[in-house]
T-cell receptor
Framework: DTEVTQTPKHLVMGMTNKKSLKCEQH?????MYWYKQKAKKPPELMFVYSYEKLSINESVPSRFSPECPNSSLLNLHLHALQPEDSALYLC?????????????FGPGTRLTVL | AQKVTQAQTEISVVEKEDVTLDCVYE???????LFWYKQPPSGELVFLIRRNSFDEQNEISGRYSWNFQKSTSSFNFTITASQVVDSAVYFC?????????????FGPGTRLSVLP
């Protein structure tokens, strides 16, 4: 099973809502990532979890809050988002820590903030 | 700081043509890793290849081939006999080992359209 799953596929939320994005992998990978991708742009790294600990936070605003309940699951909690946060949010995983291992990506959650 | 350049923003070819996607990178590290990813219209990024800085051997996988040249800091990707299903955005990416991946950076991408 070489799949990373993400739910939901689409999400529309208001600026006062609280929502969560979910990501799951069953490849035994020990590193998981959140990326943000705007239209016609490359993915931008947001967070990295390595062995269930947050190892990289790329200066992401606090309205995005990551959580790694276990080595297979990764959540991204959203609160008080702005319309400019509308984007495709991609989850990825890799065998070990970031860098030298290839990352496997999920299909993404397309988020629209009204 | 590391940097990845993909000078070709968009390329259009007719099916069965060969096409090369260019990738030029900048890094001060002696140990680094290069990647190519494909992003079809569905949005999911698909891993294609990883190459470390000590392995300059070119690689061929079916219709895909990669040419890594440290002397010119390039890692180009060629699709032979292109097909409509190859239409996608292709990203080159670089990761520096010394920063333990803190600087995993994608290039801006090249949008390839293969016309029937």
């Amino acid at each position: 099973d070489t799949e990373v799953t993400q739910t939901p596929k689409h999400l529309v939320m208001g600026m006062t809502n609280k929502k969560s994005l979910k990501c799951e992998q069953h490849m035994g990978h020990r590193a998981m990532y959140w990326y943000k991708q705007k239209a016609k742009k490359p993915p931008e790294l947001m967070f990295v979890y390595s062995y269930e600990k947050l190892s990289i936070n790329e200066s992401v605003p606090s309205r995005f809050s990551p959580e790694c309940p276990n080595s297979s699951l990764l959540n991204l909690h959203l609160h008080a988002l702005q319309p400019e946060d509308s984007a495709l949010y991609l989850c990825a995983s890799s065998q070990e820590g970031p860098g030298y291992n290839e990352q496997f990506f999920g299909p993404g959650t397309r988020l629209t903030v009204l | 700081a590391q940097k990845v350049t993909q000078a070709q923003t968009e390329i259009s070819v007719v099916e069965k043509e060969d096409v090369t996607l260019d990738c030029v990178y900048e890094t001060r590290d002696t140990t680094y890793y290069l990647f190519w990813y494909k992003q079809p219209p569905s949005g999911e990024l698909v891993f294609l290849i990883r190459r470390n800085s000590f392995d300059e051997q070119n690689e061929i996988s079916g219709r895909y081939s990669w040419n890594f040249q440290k002397s010119t800091s390039s890692f180009n990707f060629t699709i032979t006999a292109s097909q409509v299903v190859d239409s996608a955005v292709y990203f080159c990416a670089l990761s520096e080992a010394e920063n333990y991946g803190q600087n995993f950076v994608f290039g801006p991408g090249t949008r390839l359209s293969v016309l029937p």
